[in-house]
DNA sequence: CAATGCAATGTAAACGTTTTCATTTAGAAA
DNA sequence: TTTCTAAATGAAAACGTTTACATTGCATTG
């Protein structure tokens, strides 16, 4: 591949004017930047980003990391997809670190790209208090937050109002009739898992409903709980009349195990999950389900995260998007 | 960040001497190893993954580019799991590039990951003829295809049989009693599409079946063209018994149509799609399916770009994963 | 015409590694 | 002790940029 030293021997000058008229920044003469911008073209150059980040931290390296719990959750590859379309716009290159909701690779994943020089991340942390996360952010790197903050650190994030989100989901189940509605909750080491369930704990409060303890079943937020403990409820001496799920992943899950007991919804149960998907009006029943706007929450992501690198100073902002609660069939 | 000569100065050796305890080549007594190792530990020293990358093409960036064509479609989410998982284990970051079937997001991306310096770069290309990919194949950069081949170039390709996955759907279909049977195709400046029509039409062939162009459409492979395609058959004076979706995207638009016109699957028209999802069994009626394993075309592209990347002469490969019927309710 | 100042360009250092080659060191052999 | 050899280490260049600083050229001014 050509260097730059090719292009300025090319077009008879040195690499410094090369480098300002790729840059657009010092002096130069209209006649050189043509005889330049000419050699560029005929040697097809094209300026290593590895260099430029290497050299300089002052200018942008264009590069930015993307580190997420779990690529399996659509709800996380509709964020990634929104983060993806700005960055793209802005002429960045995403690294995409999936750490799967475990703890080792998540710290590699943040010191492969400490080591990788990116100039901005914004990740989903494994839990509230991910100290080396929050030592990143210290350190000055540019950082936001997705789905779940990071307590006592002054870092953007952009999450959704959960605990509304749940309130809305459980309060339309007991408008609906429902009265012994089961909760199940993703890994409560995740703040939304907590969030939810005090919607939860809310709406019923709020309609004198009183809260079964052995309703509300944690696990690790993925597809294989939802079956587990959808069962475990299922097999309750009074089971429950209807469900929340804490995240589309335990729906899915919840929503196979009911029908492999050839359970009806709603008529035998009824399921309001966390978390919409753009076919979830083809599932059986079509689902009724609290709808993060994912991909929006990816591209202001995305958006807050290059001001900050254009601006690391400017004041750091929290972003509560709202949830919206869509009903289908399963209620 | 700590640098290798900050190490060095610390230890009192010179930056050499470090560089060779850390890549474990030269000799290098025990005894300053250890105060090497030391130096290391106390300042946390990492290596700069940007600079070893600009230093040498000889030794490994540990860097990866990932081409797909739509992060939308669960197919191409479960690839990257799958390479994203061999590539963490072998110490690989991986940039991700959603090119949304867009040629010049696509060259824009080639171009930024050729800048990036990586070591390999697995690809669904936009088409068979794609120049840009073939030349840097031809340069020499370890490139492996998935889902894709490219034509004319040796290149490893891992991917399903198309025609034969087609063909046992739709021979299903027949055998089930259908005879109106339907394609909707994606693009068809994709190979897989052809194949797939290719084992449509055999199927149809042997079985007999008289083969009514007007039952063949081709769309864009997205979600909206399941939607209008599938609403186009059914408005057909002779409506298609059954339709054969060409992928994952087309099929839950069309469930989406049918659904949305309250037909009964498979009363009033069967389906069975391209292309499974763990969540297929949850969708209404649960789904019969060919099943591609993804996971394990992406483990399997993964694996192939490491050993490529480690041994660049080796001969290519392809690579024919088999797809696998599901029966389920659809059909 | 000399002095001045600014515009245009060049030189060289720096970023953090790897790697070649040269040099020092240590231990063995004589 | 001297000499030799292999082992251990160091010096410096290179990768492709950006950038501070130096230099050149040229027009303007007095």
Redesign the interface.
């Known amino acids: 591949?050509a260097s730059m030293s090719d292009v300025a021997r090319r077009a008879g000058v040195s690499i410094a004017t090369v480098s300002r008229v790729l840059n657009n920044n010092g002096k130069v003469r209209e006649s050189t930047r043509i005889l330049i911008l000419k050699a560029i073209k005929e040697l097809k150059y094209?300026?290593?980003?590895?260099?430029k980040?290497?050299r300089s931290k002052s200018v942008s390296g264009n590069?930015l990391g993307?580190l997420i719990p779990d690529?399996?959750n659509?709800f996380y590859?509709e964020v990634?997809?929104g983060i993806?379309e700005v960055a793209?716009r802005n002429?960045y290159?995403?690294?995409?670190?999936?750490f799967g909701q475990d703890d080792q690779?998540e710290r590699?994943?943040l010191?492969?790209?400490?080591?990788?020089?990116i100039d901005g991340l914004i990740a989903a942390p494994a839990h509230e208090n991910d100290l080396q996360l929050k030592k990143m952010v210290k350190e000055g790197l540019p950082v936001v937050c997705v789905d779940r903050g990071l307590k006592d650190t002054d870092v953007d994030v952009v999450l959704v109002d959960n605990v509304r989100g749940a309130f809305q989901a459980v309060e339309h189940l007991i408008l609906a009739g429902y009265r012994r509605i089961a909760y199940i909750s993703g890994l409560s080491t995740i703040p939304s898992s907590l969030l939810r369930e005090r919607g939860y704990r809310e709406a019923l409060a709020k309609y004198g409903v009183p809260c079964d303890p052995v309703l509300v079943r944690r696990g690790d937020s993925k597809?294989q709980s939802g079956i587990q403990l959808c069962g475990e409820l299922l097999d309750l001496p009074d089971p429950p009349d209807a469900l929340f799920a804490g995240n589309n992943l335990i729906t899915?899950g919840a929503?196979?195990e009911i029908?492999r007991r050839g359970l009806k919804i709603p008529k035998d149960i009824a399921i309001v999950g966390f978390d919409d998907m753009?076919?979830s009006?083809?599932?059986?029943?079509?689902l009724t389900a609290v709808r993060q706007p994912a991909g929006e929450i990816g591209r202001r992501a995305g958006e807050l995260l290059i001001q900050r690198i254009n601006d690391p100073k400017r004041t750091s902002v929290q972003m509560m998007l709202n949830a919206e609660l869509i009903r289908r069939k399963s209620t």
Do not use: T
Request: hydrophobic letters at 40%; a negative charge; one cysteine or more.
């Open positions: 591949m094209q300026p290593s980003r590895v260099a980040r290497l590069l993307v690529i399996k659509p590859v990634l997809e993806e793209y002429n290159a995403l690294i995409m670190c999936n690779k590699l994943y010191e492969i790209l400490q080591s990788e020089g597809h899915l929503l196979e029908h753009y076919w009006s083809s599932l059986n029943p079509p």
